[in-house]
């Protein structure tokens, strides 16, 4: 079936470094693409999302593209600081049957470690 | 965005035995969500829970094993029955914000089966 995967299970960086975190989706049909964090011992939590219309969104130190040719999506962390660390996992979601929810297929994830 | 409360936190269970997890969010959501996310690995979506009706359960998942309660549109439970300890997970409850289509989560249940 389509399914979404990520390139790298751990990055480790240096404080101040910029981070890149990658993911290669599969459903072509796909519209919408969410990235959301998740520190240890807590639930996933929303970053930046981005619709297929556009291929590239920025957010307070975090910029999202997205390459619909080879169907792959970063995500762009700059400065990285200590409090980034954590599980960082891309979602898919394709367009909900009329009156649906859009309900998210989520890759695997990478872990982010940033070294002060 | 949703403030979502999950209890217990974590627990420590006997093999056999069932555990309720319980889900509360501070507003009114139609649709509730039960995701399980083992050790390293990413989310699987459990079931999805309607206010009013039978829970939506995804391919390898069933009610006898977890069955779901969503008596209202701010509270659902997830049992896990007859646990075994390819049980031990994180279980998630999210909602999802419709017109942005983003989901919320709980912190999770950190479920350890001995």
């Known amino acids: 079936g389509e399914s979404v995967g990520l390139h790298l299970p751990t990055l480790s960086v240096q404080e101040g470094d910029n981070s890149i975190i990658n993911c290669a989706y599969s459903n072509s049909a796909s519209d919408y693409f969410i990235w959301y964090k998740q520190e240890s011992g807590k639930g996933p939590q929303f970053i930046i999302d981005i619709r297929s219309n556009m291929d590239k969104r920025q957010g307070q130190r975090v910029t999202v593209l997205l390459n619909k040719t080879v169907k792959h999506l970063s995500l762009q962390i700059a400065a990285t600081q200590p409090g980034d660390s954590a599980v960082y996992f891309c979602?898919?979601?394709?367009?909900?049957?009329?009156?649906?929810?859009?309900?998210?297929?989520f890759g695997r994830g990478t872990s982010l470690i940033v070294h002060p | 965005s949703a403030v979502i409360s999950q209890k217990p936190s974590r627990d420590i269970c006997q093999r056999g035995t069932s555990l309720t997890i319980q889900c509360q969010v501070d507003?009114?959501?139609?649709?509730m969500f039960w995701y399980r996310q083992q050790p390293g690995q990413s989310l699987t979506l459990i079931a999805t829970?309607?206010?009013?009706?039978?829970?939506?359960?995804e391919s390898g998942f069933v009610i006898d094993k977890f069955p779901i309660s969503r008596p209202n549109l701010t509270f659902s439970t997830l049992t896990v029955s007859n646990m075994s300890p390819e049980d031990s997970s994180i279980y998630l409850c999210?909602?999802?914000?419709?017109?942005?289509?983003?989901?919320?989560f709980g912190a999770g249940t950190r479920l350890s089966v001995l």
């Open positions: 829970a309607n206010q009013g009706s039978e829970a939506t359960y």
């Open positions: 999210s909602v999802a914000d419709t017109a942005k289509n983003i989901q919320y």
């Open positions: 979602a898919e979601n394709s367009s909900p049957p009329s009156g649906g929810s859009y309900i998210p297929t």
């Open positions: 507003s009114q959501v139609t649709m």
